[in-house]
C-alpha cells in the first residue's frame, strides 16, 4: 500500500513565524504535490514536484516556498505566516505518468 | 480558465438507496477524470477513475459514467450505507502540468439509517 505520512496532524502557529510542513512517501514515486483544502473551495493547488530539486508553481504560490532534496520527501514552507495561511494541507504523491494521487492524513494549520 | 464543479455541494439520502453524485466539467479536452472519497478527518481516497475512451467503469458498488458530449461525469454509489457518508470531489487532468489534477468543490453526502 502507498503510504504518505504528514509531520503533523495539529499546528499552532503565530503570525510572521516560519512554519515547515513535512510529507514523506515510500512509493519512491516521482511526482508530490501540495495542496489547501478550505470549506467551499476544495482542493487548490500550491506546489508540485516532478523531481528532486524541480517544482513548479501551482494555482497559489504566493506566500509558499518548497523544498525537495530527497526523492520521498517534499516539504512546504509558509515563510512569514499570515491569519489567512490558516487551512487544511494535504500532501500526495503518484508515481511517473501515473494521474492518480495518493494522499496523506493532512495537516490542520491555525495562525493566530 | 479550466475549472471542474459539482451540482450540488451536499446530497442527504435514506440507507440502501442508490445515490448519484454529478460534477461538470468545462475543458472538453480533458481526458482523465477520478473520484476521490474524504471522510471526517482524513485525507482524499481514490475510488475510481475513468479515461476519455470510456463512457462507463465500474468498481465494487461504483459506477463512473462519462459524457463527453455534455461534458458531465456522474458517480453512482449502489446500496449506499452509512459508511459513505464523506465529500466527494471529482478531478480531471490539468493541460499543461504533467499529471497534476483540477479538483471540483466536493459534494457531502450524507446517508441516513
Known amino acids: 500500500d502507498v503510504k504518505v505520512t504528514q509531520s503533523s496532524r495539529y499546528l499552532v502557529k503565530r503570525t510572521g513565524e516560519k512554519v515547515f510542513l513535512e510529507c514523506v512517501q515510500d512509493?519512491?514515486?516521482?511526482?508530490m504535490f501540495w495542496y489547501r483544502q478550505d470549506p467551499g473551495l476544495g482542493l487548490r493547488l500550491i506546489y508540485f514536484s516532478y523531481d528532486v530539486k524541480m517544482k513548479e508553481k501551482g494555482d497559489i504560490p504566493e506566500g509558499y516556498s518548497v523544498s525537495r532534496e530527497k526523492k520521498e520527501r517534499f516539504s512546504l514552507i509558509l515563510e512569514s505566516a499570515s491569519t489567512n495561511q490558516t487551512s487544511m494541507y494535504l500532501c500526495?504523491?503518484?508515481?511517473?505518468?501515473?494521474?492518480?494521487?495518493?494522499f496523506g492524513p493532512g495537516t490542520r494549520l491555525l495562525v493566530l | 480558465g479550466e475549472s471542474v464543479g459539482l451540482h450540488l455541494p451536499t446530497l442527504s439520502v435514506q440507507e440502501g438507496d442508490n445515490s448519484i453524485i454529478n460534477c461538470a466539467y468545462s475543458?472538453?479536452?480533458?481526458?482523465?477524470f477520478i473520484w476521490y472519497k474524504q471522510e471526517s478527518g482524513k485525507g482524499p481516497q481514490f475510488i475510481i477513475d475513468?479515461?476519455?475512451n470510456m463512457d462507463k467503469r465500474q468498481g465494487q458498488r461504483v459506477t463512473v459514467l462519462l459524457n463527453k458530449t455534455v461534458k458531465h461525469l456522474s458517480l453512482q454509489i449502489a446500496a449506499t450505507q452509512p459508511g459513505d457518508s464523506a465529500v466527494y470531489f471529482c478531478a480531471e487532468n490539468r493541460w499543461g502540468a504533467g499529471t497534476a489534477l483540477i479538483f471540483g468543490k466536493g459534494t457531502t453526502l450524507s446517508v441516513s439509517s
Open positions: 512509493m519512491d514515486h516521482e511526482n
Open positions: 475513468i479515461r476519455s
Open positions: 475543458n472538453s479536452a480533458s481526458d482523465y
Open positions: 500526495a504523491s503518484s508515481a511517473g505518468d501515473s494521474k492518480t494521487q495518493y
